[in-house]
């Protein structure tokens, strides 16, 4: 069965600062995606980035983005120029790439708070 | 256009009582999902309709729960003889059946059972 594991419950971060939020996964899979949602307040999971476990090249979308190291099974996220609507919890997600369910496999999550 | 709506917005209930929680998936997303949100977890997956049937429903915990989609649109979840445990709150997401298959959430239902 696959796991997802975020170490840090809590960060916080300076607007205009950069933070990077970690996740580790553990897989037998070899093809698969990788997820990183924010959840306000509102309850609402909002799809932040995704990585393709085959493409070696780094997801990044405007201020977001990812360090995939594969052989490590470590997906972190770094916002850059934090922003107070960053403000969230953020949850690393794993899929299976094909076959069987297409079901989402999440971390505890990490509550990010941004600070003015 | 519209996205999942997920109705009611807040449950209470007793313990021991039937409850039925909706969703309104996105127009035209053949695959829908439901998954439970206790308080300081990340969801967990409860059960997975391609279309009509229920492809995987792995996630359920326990036979007091069971979900519907009779038309391959709107979806149900039914809870049996609730328990305070199942406080939480339910979210369902829809997509499409695509390469990418961005799963799109809903807002939830809080349930708690008193």
């Known amino acids: 069965a696959q796991t997802v594991t975020q170490s840090q419950p809590e960060m916080s971060v300076q607007e205009a600062e950069t933070v990077t939020l970690s996740c580790t996964y553990d897989t037998s899979e070899s093809d698969y995606y990788l997820f990183w949602y924010k959840q306000p307040p509102s309850r609402q999971m909002i799809l932040v980035i995704r990585?393709?476990?085959?493409?070696?090249q780094n997801a990044t979308e405007n201020r977001f983005s990812v360090n995939f190291q594969k052989a490590a099974k470590s997906f972190s996220l770094k916002i850059s120029d934090s922003q107070l609507g960053d403000a969230a919890m953020y949850f690393c997600?794993?899929?299976?790439?094909?076959?069987?369910?297409?079901?989402?496999?999440f971390g505890k999550g990490t509550k990010l708070t941004v600070n003015p | 256009g519209a996205g999942v709506s997920q109705t009611p917005s807040n449950k209470v209930t007793e313990k021991g009582k039937y409850v039925e929680l909706r969703c309104d998936p996105i127009s035209g997303h053949t695959a829908l999902y439901w998954y439970r949100q206790s308080l300081g977890q990340g969801p967990e997956f409860l059960i997975y309709?391609?279309?009509?049937?229920?492809?995987?429903d792995s996630g359920l915990p326990n036979d007091r729960f069971f979900a519907v989609r009779p038309e391959g649109s709107v979806s149900t979840l039914k809870i049996q003889r609730t328990e305070r445990g199942d406080s939480a709150v339910y979210l369902c997401?829809?997509?499409?059946?695509?390469?990418?298959?961005?799963?799109?959430f809903g807002p939830g239902t809080r349930l708690t059972v008193l």
């Open positions: 309709f391609q279309g009509t049937g229920a492809a995987d």
């Open positions: 990585q393709e476990a085959y493409k070696q």
């Open positions: 997600a794993f899929r299976r790439s094909q076959g069987g369910s297409e079901k989402l496999v």
């Open positions: 997401a829809s997509s499409l059946q695509s390469q990418y298959n961005e799963q799109f």
